[in-house]
């Protein structure tokens, strides 16, 4: 995302040691993108502006509206709209999908469906059981995704989700305010970029691992998803059940595995 729209000035006033300033600060834009497939409203999500055609292909993806970019005839901003409406054409998708209501934003994604049964995307296989990845360069992955992390440098205000390869070399990384809108990000550049099923790829997530980043990363068929932070108990359940191996608090040189312990090596 470029920076000139991902961040906002602002004065204000800082306390510190006893004494007041002022200073500028910088923020992290939030505005609202609406997503339209052929022609209807479908959803709109609170976002960071940047690589908005790949938030919406990501979306349209894990959401199991396309099962791959062929079915995409075009994805582009409505003219007219102030970069904040993305129009896409499908062909031979899954259009039973847009009378659905999402409901999005950028602290918990889609919410209000009555179901786990219905937010899993159908077809949904087991990720590759062969790809493995070595403890220690599993540990270096923190520090890439906040090495590359360059607009919550400047905000401390984003997210970010990565993709790494076996030898824990960064293939792609995108930031957003919302977690699940940065995993789309990276699942929309893959499929844009004929690379799905994520087969030999681990992803790594700031924050916490949900529910709904798990089903994400589990429909583009990454075998791995990493975070920093903690996973939800539905987010474990859903991994165990099929075969994901989910890594949390990946801090430092420690990291806790709640799902699939096979693939990382030496355990």
């Known amino acids: 995302m470029t920076a000139a729209r991902s961040i906002d000035l602002t004065r204000v006033e800082e306390w510190k040691d006893g004494t007041v300033h002022s200073l500028q600060d910088y923020l992290v834009v939030e505005e609202p993108l609406e997503i339209r497939v052929n022609g209807q409203p479908l959803t709109v999500t609170m976002r960071t502006p940047g690589h908005d055609r790949e938030l919406a292909a990501g979306f349209l993806f894990t959401e199991g509206l396309i099962d791959d970019g062929s079915q995409i005839a075009h994805l582009l901003p409505a003219p007219g709209k102030k970069g904040n409406v993305i129009e896409a054409q499908l062909d031979a998708a899954n259009l039973e999908g847009l009378h659905r209501h999402f409901a999005a934003t950028s602290s918990c994604g889609i919410c209000g469906k009555t179901s786990i049964e219905s937010v899993r995307r159908r077809g949904i296989r087991r990720p590759n059981p062969a790809f493995t990845i070595d403890p220690e360069l599993l540990c270096t992955l923190p520090e890439q995704l906040r090495a590359g992390q ?118």
């Not at 075998?223 to 939800?232: D, K, N, Q, T």
């Open 150 to 267: 360059a607009v919550f440098g400047r905000t401390g205000g984003l997210h970010a989700a990565a993709l790494f390869d076996r030898d824990g070399e960064l293939i792609v990384l995108h930031e957003d305010i919302g977690r699940h809108n940065a995993v789309d990000k990276v699942i929309g550049w893959a499929l844009q970029q004929r690379r799905l099923p994520l087969s030999d790829c681990a992803m790594m997530v700031s924050g916490r691992g949900g529910f709904e980043i798990i089903q994400k990363a589990l429909a583009a068929g990454a075998p791995v998803l990493a975070s920093v932070s903690a996973p939800s108990g539905l987010a474990v359940q859903l991994a165990r059940e099929l075969g994901m191996t989910l890594i949390g608090f990946l801090r430092e040189r420690r990291f806790v595995i709640y799902s699939g312990p096979s693939r990382i090596k030496g355990s």
